[in-house]
């Protein structure tokens, strides 16, 4: 009894020092508590719980009363979660409750006229039965005190199966799921024949739930890493979601793309002609493409088995201009835009003929211009829009630059000559060459002569499939000189029409966690 | 150098004061980082989890919404329901196909628009600007006040089931109901009404028709007699009026003290002294046997309570009660109530042989509680709509 009662005094010594250096408010309450909990438990064993009231006390010291107020209310709430979570999850110890969840789930669902017709009303006293019993548990772990640790905890363990069981949906962005809404509605009368005649909507239900409620569980993971191996298995998921499960980490697979090229590029392993610290142009290349859609007009929805409404050159999709970003540094390498922004090709690559006085490119176009129109099948190109043209796309350009950042004052870069100047200069020299660059550029692009864009040196066009291609086109005006890159051009396009079919490239989702 | 070191200290606490008026101090450097994180991690749930608790009490910004989606369950349902035979039988292809198509939408529009809404939960906080603590607090603390709110409704509001005996007694008491209803209904509708009546259980139409009936006396008066038969609420007796006398008789609480010897001489006066200074209210008295018998003084206490409402529209605190709740006087008797008249007449109307212990009725404060006589405190609230104030006295009697 003396024991407790000198370890009490030690601490509320403790705590009288505390609530200075706090600034969250007055706790006394809810330390009171802790120090009623920590006495009762005293009594049972002395050291252990000792140990853990004191970790416990810095928490509840630094947590403002409003938060820790939340939190307890919260606590019975978060352990009901917990508790459903881990059951759909599949990550309890014990998975038997589960596997009795999928069985209930099937009883109701077969069952479901017989069950209703003469256990309806207990049904609905069961359940109003179970929450109340639900509510007297709540109750109980309120009464219990929790700490806040106990909290915290059983919250974390909430976040990290809620993210399990949400992980298959935020993989995909708003815009697959647009697509997916589009190809459902597309494909409804197909669907319809196939419930009517094979699959009536009770039997999907029951399938679709079991497969949902056993997602997570560890004999359906192994299930689809098997099948997914299977071609045929990913052409048909391709073919009914219109989803194309391999490119969920498309834009980071273009830019790693990019990454390893421009690695083989810098360090002349292939005999290409840039050197360390010279900055290396890239023209990216967009294609918008678009559809038009009876009594809507043109959108950029397209349909599920045909190209993404923005692609590269190789038809891979690609990240829309808004959301197109520049990779990562990668190993003392920077990307740096030099077009402020994207600017549309006015002559769509060439295609289109325009008069003298117009400019190639520019960055605010009508909602109409330089589309080349297509028919149902993105054949038969013309530049002109008719009543047998549904389908258009037109070409977006931006010009960007790699250069080394590690390299800074080792050797002077020209950025205007693809040639090395292999005279020393100072670092200062360099960033304003850099600047000059920079502005110089956009403003040649404005410039109604389309002489200029090459005067301000040799560019390279590169665009990027998911092959793991990059692709350089040197400038027409370059072309004698840089024939060490053509030869790489080719090399890679044969690449590019070796892997032709989209659907080659179709990666599993979750390969790794598999 | 004194002088001015007092004056700079009275204008730091001065200004220190002005910084902390008005505004509340953010609560993101008041707390620790593994606090924070966690609830930073828990946020996009928390949205999430209020934007269905919004669809589900009808508290959008847009009430379209949640009908939308009602209907879209409905139609689901619809869909669901083809299969069977009894309904599929009437209808012709079309109709069938139509049914189809229309089920299969909804069921892909409330697929997709909780996809799409979790998606972009996700990826608007990537994109924008992360939230600050109080943020999450506020949304934390809103998330438990409509989990409360559904909490409160289904206990208390609706049947009260604690044991397997409610479950029973519930079994047979909706058995014969459930047998008419599934004569009429066909499972589709049955499952059909059961659904939309949960959906709509918050809607604003729902919960204001609700609340006109219940204005309805009728209404309230058969709610409570179909309760009653369910909850051993403590049974009131409202008639005939008890009397003293038969207090007396039937209550078990009497409680018998020695008739020591200096007694025997006093009467009266004297005697009722001797017995309050020995025994006085507040205290627990006990007794020496279970049965009345020669040489003991039997002494009972009549606790009497006195209830009132509140009225509508000037608030008054009236005497006037409903029909199935408690009357205005009644009397504790075996843990039972019992209508009583009040303590004043009460007063003239003693038994034989019985006298008053206390000199007068002693009363306690009023206690409020709600319209439901659960107690909220001792002082008049919004929330008050009845009160009770319980009044005590005892008697004695001398068996010689």
Known sequence: MADTSTKQRETRAQFVDEPETRIGGDTTKVIRSAMKKRQESSRGNNNDDDATAIVSSPLLTSTPPTISKALVKLYPHLIVADRFLTLVTWSGEDIWPSILMVILYVTLLLYFEKITTYFGHLAIVAVIWGYSLLDKHVEETLNSRPTLDDIVHTMKGVITKADMLLSPITVLSAQDIRKFLFTTAFLSPVYIIITLFILPPRKFLLFGGVYLLTYNSPWSMVTRTLLWRFKFVRLLIFYVTGLDSGGINKNQGIFAAVQKQVKKLSTGSDGATVEDGKPIRFTYVLYENQRRWLGI?????????????????????????????????????????????????????????????????????????????????????????????????????????????????????????????????????????????????????????????????????????????????????????????????????????????????????????? | MSNTGGVSAEYRCYSKFIYNHGQKPSLTRATDSKISSVLHRFYPMLIIFDGALNNIMWMCEDICLP??????????????????????????????????????????????????????????????????????????????????????????????????????????????????????????????????CCLLVHSIWFQSTFRLFWRVLATRIAYFSVLSIFHDRKQIIYSPLIDPS???????????????????????????????????????????????????????????????????????????????????????????????????????????????????????????????????????????????????????????
Request: some cysteine; hydrophobic content about 35%; proline content about 5%.
């Open chain 2, 67 to 196: 009908f939308i989606y009602m209907v879209m369950i409905t139609l689901v349902i619809d869909m669901l329901s083809l299969c069977e035979t009894s309904a599929s039988s009437g209808k012709s292809v079309f109709g069938k196909i139509s049914t189809l198509w229309l089920g299969m939408i909804g069921f892909v529009v409330l697929l997709y628009s909780f996809l799409y809404y979790v998606v972009t939960v996700y990826q608007d906080l990537d994109q924008y600007e992360p939230p600050t603590l109080d943020d999450i607090v506020i949304l934390l603390e809103s998330v438990i006040d409509k989990l409360e709110t559904i909490r409160k409704e289904t206990v208390s509001r609706t049947l009260r089931i604690r044991t397997w005996l409610d479950v029973l007694k519930f079994a047979i008491f909706l058995t014969p109901i459930q047998y008419v209803l599934m004569r009429y209904l066909s499972v589709r509708d049955y499952a059909l009404g059961v659904v939309v």
């Open chain 1, 297 to 514: 007009g043109w959108t950029s929805s397209m349909l599920s088995y045909e190209r993404a409404s923005w692609t590269d050159e190789f038809l891979n999709e690609a990240p829309s201009p808004d959301n197109f970003k520049l990779p990562e540094e990668s190993s003392g390498m920077l990307w740096k835009w030099v077009d402020k922004t994207w600017r549309l090709d006015m002559t769509n690559d060439g295609a289109i003929q325009l008069s003298s006085a117009r400019p190639k490119t520019t960055a605010s176009p009508n909602a109409d211009d330089g589309f080349i129109y297509y028919d149902n099948t993105w054949k038969k190109p013309t530049t002109e829009d008719s009543f047998s043209k549904y389908t258009r796309r037109r070409r977006w350009i931006r010009t960007a630059e790699l250069m080394k950042t590690s390299s800074f004052g080792l050797d002077e870069i020209d950025t205007t000559h693809n040639v090395v100047d292999n005279s020393s200069g100072s670092n200062h020299k360099r960033v304003v060459s850099q600047n000059s660059v920079a502005s110089t550029v956009p403003k040649s692009e404005t410039d109604s002569d389309p002489d200029s864009a090459t005067a301000t040196g040799s560019r390279r066009r590169v665009s990027f499939s998911e092959v793991d291609n990059v692709h350089i086109i040197p400038s027409d005006d370059d072309a004698d000189t840089d024939t060490d890159q053509k030869d790489l051009k080719r090399h890679n396009q044969q690449e590019d029409y070796s892997t032709e079919n989209p659907l080659d490239v179709v990666r599993p989702p979750q390969d790794s966690k598999g």
């Open chain 2, 246 to 400: 038969t207090v007396n008789e039937k209550t078990s609480a009497t409680i018998f003290v020695p008739y020591a010897q200096p007694m025997h001489k006093m009467s009266g006066n004297k005697l009722q002294l001797e017995l309050l200074k020995l025994y006085p209210l507040n205290n627990v008295i006990n007794g020496i046997s279970k049965m009345p018998c020669p040489g003991v003084i039997a002494i009972n206490i009549y606790i009497v309570h006195e209830n009132q409402r509140k009225w509508k529209p000037n608030n008054v605190w009236e005497p006037k009660l409903l029909p199935y709740e408690k009357p205005k006087y009644c009397i504790e008797l075996n843990g039972h109530l019992n209508a009583c008249k009040s303590p004043w007449e009460y007063q003239e109307s003693l038994a034989e042989d019985w006298e008053w212990l206390d000199d007068c009725w002693k009363p306690s404060e009023w206690a409020y509680s709600d319209s439901d006589w659960n107690v909220i405190g001792h002082n008049d609230s919004l929330e008050a709509y009845t009160r009770t104030k319980i009044w005590r006295r005892r008697v004695f009697k001398v068996f010689k």
